[in-house]
């Protein structure tokens, strides 16, 4: 069992940057691939980004290739997501998630953990 808390969200105009973290409780962090995914008002959640439990390989959404960036702590069992060149289109509630198996996948039902999310808003 592993709890995620997300923090770092807020509003910020576009072009601006946001870091978000999240928090992981248990010894068990460094063995989960773990994602962020968001969900924009109306809209369904959508990955955002994954990262391998080593922290050697990532893949984004194309919406976000270029201007995010996924990493992680493993001493810190904490993941980040570094945020540049915010969108108003990027407005959403973002989600960081674990996966116990070893295999990177964009797909929402191959998370096992989930944070509560934290909103982040970009104004244009």
């Known amino acids: 069992q592993v709890q995620l808390v997300e923090s770092g969200g807020g509003l910020v105009q576009a072009g601006g940057s946001l870091r978000l973290s999240c928090a992981a409780s248990?010894?068990?962090?460094?063995?989960?691939?773990m994602g962020w995914f968001r969900q924009a008002p109306g809209k369904e959640r959508e990955f955002v980004a994954v990262?391998?439990?080593?922290?050697?390989?990532?893949y984004y959404a194309d919406s976000v290739k270029g201007r995010f960036t996924i990493s992680r702590d493993n001493a810190k069992n904490t993941l980040y997501l570094q945020m540049n060149s915010l969108k108003p289109e990027d407005t959403a509630v973002y989600y960081c998630?674990?996966?116990?198996?070893?295999?990177?996948?964009?797909?929402?039902?191959?998370?096992?953990?989930w944070g509560q999310g934290t909103q982040v808003t970009v104004s244009s």
């Open positions: 990262i391998s439990y080593s922290g050697g390989s990532t």
């Open positions: 998630a674990a996966d116990r198996s070893t295999v990177i996948q964009r797909t929402q039902r191959a998370y096992d953990y």
């Open positions: 248990g010894r068990t962090f460094s063995t989960y691939v």
